[in-house]
């Protein structure tokens, strides 16, 4: 028996050539600061969000915000309409709340302000091979974050907001028990450490980057109140070498840079560590045949608007590198979403 030839549809299609307008519905309820407000008052009317967050759209605009919310899972509603009540979902009060330390609201910011128009000019970034943010002027896109303190704070904390859930996975599901130390190459604001300190009472952690990132992460540290275990330490890893500790990580740092510099980095790694030791990459690991991890593609993606050199890889790439630089053996955990922890093994 033969089968029905697939009728073709265009419904693919058009919901990922609208996926801005989902994005920006998101978007716009962060920067408004919707779910932070509903975790003060924990459910709100729809007159009392127009009303908290300074809105002048029509009641009927106004719903249709709050419902599509809604129908993407970010909120809970009772009711309908005129009388209906918002409240957050266990996500968006667990994430998405300004007043917790798990807010990740810095890397939605973080889309809405510097992303979207990024990647306004991807399609230039394929024709030129040139990157389309800031470092399209010169330098890497990290040196003009180091000019103004303010855009690096914020991304620095946009940072945190991506990775927030994968370190606390990685801290849950690796084992731990072997060891005592360990450094966060290109640590940010230190929250892969704290993590890892905040689940095991027994390490040691260093968040490792540039002097002003390390200033930021004081902070962040002293509001875990984790300062007896997790410290900061300043280094360049283009000119340094790296402390030496049980466990090297590095979160969304090798996808930055080309093959060359991976390599360097992972050597630099192989080289602080102890016979034994390990070193972990969590990152956006795409499928070994490049067909599922769609969100790991993008990323790669990502790093062509953003740095015009850098992309994200799969655990074969990983493997190959690895071995190449002396590894032992390698693995992989799975995190959140997209993003795995590429593990190797001195």
């Given at each position: 028996?033969?089968?029905?030839?697939?009728?073709?549809?265009?419904n693919?299609?058009?919901?990922?050539?609208?996926g801005?307008?989902?994005?920006?519905v998101?978007?716009?309820?962060?920067?408004?600061?919707?779910?932070?407000?509903?975790?003060e008052?924990?459910?709100?009317?729809?007159?009392?969000?127009k009303?908290?967050?300074e809105?002048?759209?029509?009641?009927?605009?106004?719903?249709?915000?709050?419902?599509?919310l809604?129908?993407?899972?970010?909120?809970?509603r009772?009711?309908?309409?005129?009388?209906?009540?918002?409240?957050?979902?266990?996500?968006?009060?667990?994430?998405?709340?300004?007043?917790?330390?798990?807010?990740?609201?810095?890397?939605?910011?973080?889309?809405?302000?510097?992303?979207?128009?990024?990647?306004g000019?991807?399609?230039?970034?394929?024709?030129?091979?040139?990157?389309?943010?800031?470092?399209?002027?010169?330098?890497?896109?990290?040196?003009?974050?180091?000019?103004?303190?303010?855009?690096?704070k914020?991304?620095?904390?946009?940072?945190?907001?991506?990775?927030?859930?994968?370190?606390?996975?990685?801290?849950?599901?690796?084992?731990?028990?072997?060891?005592?130390?360990?450094?966060?190459?290109?640590?940010?604001?230190?929250?892969?450490s704290?993590?890892?300190?905040?689940?095991?009472?027994h390490?040691?952690?260093?968040?490792?980057?540039?002097?002003?990132?390390?200033?930021?992460?004081?902070?962040?540290?002293?509001?875990?109140?984790?300062?007896?275990?997790?410290?900061?330490?300043?280094?360049?890893f283009?000119?340094?070498?790296?402390?030496?500790?049980?466990?090297?990580?590095?979160?969304?740092?090798?996808?930055?840079?080309?093959?060359?510099?991976?390599l360097?980095?992972?050597?630099?790694?192989?080289?602080?560590?102890?016979?034994?030791?390990?070193f972990?990459?969590?990152?956006?690991?795409?499928?070994?045949?490049?067909?599922?991890?769609?969100?790991?593609?993008?990323?790669?993606?990502?790093?062509?608007?953003?740095t015009?050199?850098?992309?994200?890889?799969?655990?074969?790439?990983?493997?190959?590198?690895?071995?190449?630089?002396?590894?032992?053996?390698?693995?992989?955990?799975?995190?959140?979403?997209?993003?795995?922890?590429?593990?190797?093994?001195?």
């Amino acid at each position: 028996m033969e089968h029905q030839s697939q009728k073709p549809s265009s419904n693919s299609i058009i919901q990922i050539g609208t996926g801005f307008w989902a994005s920006k519905v998101l978007l716009g309820a962060v920067k408004l600061e919707l779910f932070t407000k509903l975790a003060e008052k924990k459910s709100m009317s729809a007159n009392e969000i127009k009303s908290s967050l300074e809105l002048n759209c029509t009641d009927r605009n106004l719903f249709d915000f709050l419902d599509t919310l809604t129908t993407f899972g970010f909120l809970e509603r009772e009711g309908l309409l005129d009388t209906a009540v918002y409240s957050n979902n266990i996500n968006t009060d667990f994430f998405l709340d300004k007043k917790k330390l798990t807010y990740i609201g810095g890397i939605i910011q973080y889309f809405n302000n510097r992303s979207y128009d990024v990647w306004g000019n991807f399609e230039e970034a394929l024709l030129t091979g040139r990157p389309q943010s800031e470092a399209k002027k010169g330098g890497s896109v990290f040196d003009h974050f180091y000019l103004d303190s303010v855009k690096l704070k914020e991304f620095i904390h946009s940072m945190s907001g991506l990775q927030m859930e994968n370190f606390i996975l990685l801290a849950q599901n690796f084992d731990f028990s072997k060891y005592k130390t360990l450094v966060d190459i290109g640590g940010s604001a230190g929250i892969l450490s704290l993590m890892v300190a905040k689940n095991h009472s027994h390490m040691s952690c260093i968040s490792w980057d540039l002097p002003p990132v390390t200033l930021i992460a004081n902070e962040v540290i002293e509001n875990y109140q984790l300062q007896d275990r997790v410290k900061t330490n300043c280094g360049d890893f283009f000119k340094d070498q790296f402390p030496k500790a049980d466990i090297i990580t590095m979160g969304n740092i090798l996808h930055d840079w080309d093959e060359k510099t991976k390599l360097m980095l992972l050597r630099k790694a192989y080289d602080a560590l102890p016979e034994g030791g390990v070193f972990i990459a969590i990152e956006n690991v795409i499928d070994d045949e490049r067909k599922k991890n769609a969100g790991g593609l993008l990323m790669s993606l990502n790093m062509l608007v953003e740095t015009g050199t850098g992309f994200d890889y799969t655990f074969a790439d990983f493997n190959i590198w690895s071995k190449e630089i002396g590894f032992k053996s390698t693995s992989i955990i799975p995190l959140s979403g997209p993003t795995s922890a590429a593990i190797a093994f001195k």
